[in-house]
């Protein structure tokens, strides 16, 4: 147990090294939420231009920006996105934060599109032809009738989504970033010790993911309430 | 109609995929302008550039994660300096290039190479720290670490270690004396897996896709005088203690440097040369 104890010091105590993680911490749930802020405008933004054009042929220049948008996107491999946006796209630019915010953004925003759009054209055509008998336009039918019928659909795979956000901002070390995992890499770098670090990372993202759930399982059941 | 939809999904295709192109001739040469500026900037903001260790103190200094550079220069954190670690020496100086940082601390050998691959860079005179490199080995291995030694004893005594030095620094001696395993070598020892972090010319680097450099010729000249055959583990430079430390790795030959906290994990044998970390900055 001492052992143990003397682990945990060295890890964590000496040198003040639990700093580290905690300010990593802060780094990951910082690009996390506006990560997350500018997925979701940029992918509900995508999905509604997208499914316009499958049900009315509308937007057909847009709609073909966001394949090509989506295509790259979803075609490779977000750390090659992250190391493209840092030494190519800003190059002057020196506030990695911002690249990695905007890095993840652009990335979660092709998988949320996608995600949204499963969920609005899941919603029958009928609601769509009720909304526009009742003398909806079409704007007020997508934003009244059919947008919450959908997102209350997908809301399970949104909050999928938000996980695999959180837990790939974990690549921000490739780029300088101290996050929480590289927070626990530079302490194993200077302890030489794996367990500690590791598991301490570990458990905490175990921890954000955890609240994150529970959160969307109480907004979900707020949505709910309506159905009965 | 159906093709024309297709032909034309194609040639934007074809659009999409050189205007990439040319995006990415475009960027050095776009890119040089404010890359300039950036540094001018940061030259006359923080009173001046880094031309010696004293001037380090408030600056922004890159640093491979885990290497010595790294855990020296972090002394300097408590003096308001901003220590970025990058995964490979590579990653840090292309950020002090594109003025990202003010100064990155590095090996010597690997500065000078990166030094003489870009014209706006230079090593200052002024090193940052000298220091000894020798293989690391669990501490449960003590046999190891000493049939090590003795072969590295040999080695150094029959010049063979020179001679691969030499073979990779020095304008005059690169690739004049490669190593060549002596003939009808007995390898019933078994093997023996060197981990490594194959992204620090010349001691260990990827000349296609085999490691090679001083570490991996001495390696194999170690092998062959204990009769083990050589596998190469290339792996991020941090993992190699704990890739030793849990038996995935028999020894770690990464240009190591000796220090206190590394004596606590794991056993080092003789230092089989040293060096010096020095510090990059731009011209």
């Known amino acids: 147990m001492s052992d143990f104890q003397l682990k945990f010091y060295t890890n964590f105590i000496k040198e003040d090294r639990y700093l580290y993680l905690l300010k990593g911490l802060g780094n990951t749930l910082i690009i996390t939420l506006f990560a997350v802020i500018i997925g979701v405008v940029l992918g509900f933004l995508v999905a509604i231009i997208r499914s316009t054009y499958a049900k009315t042929g509308k937007l057909k220049l847009l709609n073909t920006l966001c394949g090509i948008y989506l295509t790259v996107i979803r075609g490779t491999p977000m750390m090659i996105q992250l190391m493209i946006m840092f030494y190519v796209v800003f190059v002057s630019s020196n506030n990695k934060i911002l690249v990695a915010v905007i890095a993840f953004g652009i990335n979660s925003g092709a998988y949320v599109a996608e995600i949204v759009r499963s969920g609005i054209m899941s919603i029958d055509q009928g609601q769509f032809e009720a909304g526009r008998s009742l003398g909806f336009s079409y704007p007020q039918t997508m934003w009244y009738i059919i947008m919450p019928q959908a997102f209350k659909n997908v809301l399970p795979a949104l909050a999928n989504e938000f996980i695999v956000l959180l837990k790939e901002t974990s690549i921000c070390g490739y780029i300088g970033l101290m996050d929480l995992t590289r927070g626990g890499d530079i302490i194993r770098s200077r302890t030489y010790e794996a367990f500690m670090p590791l598991i301490a990372v570990a458990i905490i993202y175990l921890i954000m993911v955890v609240g994150l759930t529970a959160l969307v399982g109480k907004l979900e059941r707020r949505l709910r309430a309506s159905e009965r | 109609m159906k093709n024309m939809k297709k032909v034309a999904a194609a040639v934007l295709a074809v659009c999409m995929a050189a205007s990439l192109t040319a995006c990415g001739s475009k960027a050095p040469a776009d890119t040089a302008a404010p890359a300039e500026t950036e540094a001018a900037e940061s030259t006359d903001g923080s009173a001046a550039a880094v031309a010696g260790v004293d001037d380090l103190p408030g600056k922004t200094i890159g640093v491979q994660l885990g290497t010595t550079g790294d855990i020296y220069a972090s002394d300097y954190e408590a003096e308001g300096s901003t220590i970025e670690r990058y995964n490979k020496g590579a990653d840090a100086v292309q950020a002090l290039k594109q003025g990202k940082l003010d100064c990155v601390i590095i090996d010597n050998q690997p500065a000078q190479a990166f030094v003489e691959k870009n014209d706006d860079l230079k090593i200052l005179d002024e090193e940052f720290a000298v220091e000894d490199y020798a293989i690391c080995i669990s501490k449960d291995n003590k046999e190891l670490t000493e049939a090590i030694n003795g072969a590295l004893a040999e080695l150094k005594a029959e010049g063979i270690l020179d001679s691969i030095i030499a073979n990779y620094i020095g304008d005059d001696t690169k690739g004049q004396s490669p190593y060549v395993s002596p003939e009808g070598v007995d390898r019933s020892n078994g093997t023996l897996t060197m981990a490594t972090n194959a992204a620090f010319e010349p001691y260990e680097y990827y000349d296609g896709d085999k490691v090679v450099g001083i570490d991996a010729d001495m390696a194999q000249a170690v092998c062959d005088k ?58």
């Open chain 2, 226 to 283: 204990l009769g083990y055959e050589l596998k190469i583990e290339d792996m991020e430079f941090d993992s190699i203690i704990n890739a030793v430390q849990s038996g995935k790795a028999d020894m770690g030959v990464a240009g190591m440097t000796v220090t206190e906290d590394r004596l606590t994990s794991v056993d080092f044998t003789e230092p089989y040369t040293t060096a010096k970390q020095v510090i990059i900055v731009r011209k």
